[in-house]
């Protein structure tokens, strides 16, 4: 009796995910609902830290977790996509607390609740840009947007503060990076000498 040859066998999708070269996040209203191997790497943590956890617990502070989530909302809304640079912090470990450049890229699962569920993708930048000196907040949140190549006014638009403010932060990130000018400070900002 001839019996067929078999098909390809069916893809391990919960392999792939758990095995992807990068940070994997499922999300329910902005909480881990499921991580892969590659995000317990990046942020030094087990899935038992960060499965059940609000995303706070990877971000250096409440109101940049706060004012990024408002930021994104309206982007997913209209796009369902959402990506940028970012600081991080890592959760656990021996660099548990300490800040990293992350791009981090996510996809709403539904555009009319934009934070209702989504996939979200992590990729550790500390290699190749690595925060060099203490910064706040609101500096973070500056030092990434000027790396976008936005102009104060812009920086300004998308912070909801004025441009003459954003100057003011942008004025305290090169006294901290030695920066002689705007290029300078953007050059440093992205790990160059």
């Known amino acids: 009796m001839d019996f067929p040859a078999p098909g390809p066998a069916a893809p391990d999708y919960r392999l792939a ?22 995000v317990c790497e990046i942020f030094g943590a ?71 569920a989504g996939i979200w993708t992590f990729e550790d930048l500390s290699a190749q840009r690595p925060v060099t000196a203490p910064l706040t907040a609101r500096e973070r949140e500056v030092a990434a947007l000027l790396m976008q190549g936005l102009t104060s006014k812009a920086i300004g638009r998308v912070l909801g503060i004025s441009h003459r403010t954003v100057e003011i932060y942008r004025a305290r990130l090169m006294r901290k990076y030695g920066a002689s000018t705007a290029a300078d400070l953007v050059q440093k900002l992205m790990g160059g000498v």
């Open 17 to 38: 995910f758990q095995l992807a070269p990068v940070g994997l996040i499922l999300s329910r209203q902005r909480h881990i609902v499921d991580c892969n191997e590659r």
């Open 46 to 116: 087990t899935p038992a830290q960060l499965v059940g956890q609000s995303f706070r617990i990877l971000y250096p502070s409440a109101d940049e977790y706060e004012r990024i989530g408002e930021r994104m909302a309206p982007i997913l809304n209209a796009h369902g996509v959402y990506a940028d640079n970012r600081v991080m912090q890592r959760v656990g470990g021996a660099h548990a607390g300490e800040p990293f450049w992350c791009h981090v890229t996510g996809r709403a699962i539904d555009r009319a609740a934009p934070h209702a």
